[in-house]
C-alpha cells in the first residue's frame, strides 16, 4: 500500500513528487531490494513520473487501509533517493 504526494523543496519553484510504500510484515528494505526498487522505477516510469524521494515504512498507520498523505510524511522509517541511489535510516 502507499500513497504519493508533492513536497515542497526549499530553494526550488513547485513540488517534488514524494512516493509513501508499506513494506508487507517482515519484509526488509535492504540495499539489494532498495537497488532492485530504484532499477524497476527507472526502467517502467517516463522520468517525469519517477518520484524524487520514497518514504518506506515497516508499519500500518492509523486505521486500515489508510492513505493519507499526512500519516505517510509522519511515520516512516526509510528516506530514499532513487535518482541518486541512496537511502537513511530515519
Do not use: C, W
Amino acid at each position: 500500500m502507499g500513497a504519493v504526494y508533492g513536497v515542497v523543496v526549499p530553494n526550488t519553484d513547485g513540488k517534488a513528487g514524494m512516493a509513501s510504500l508499506l513494506l508487507k510484515p517482515g519484509a526488509v528494505a535492504d540495499a539489494a531490494s532498495l537497488a532492485s526498487l530504484f532499477e524497476f522505477v527507472g526502467r517502467e516510469l517516463p522520468p517525469y513520473a519517477q518520484p524524487m524521494f520514497l518514504r518506506i515504512r515497516t508499519r500500518e498507520v492509523g486505521g486500515e487501509h489508510e492513505q493519507s498523505p499526512i500519516s505517510a510524511r509522519v511515520h516512516a522509517d526509510l528516506l530514499a533517493v532513487p535518482r541518486v541511489g541512496m537511502s537513511l535510516p530515519l
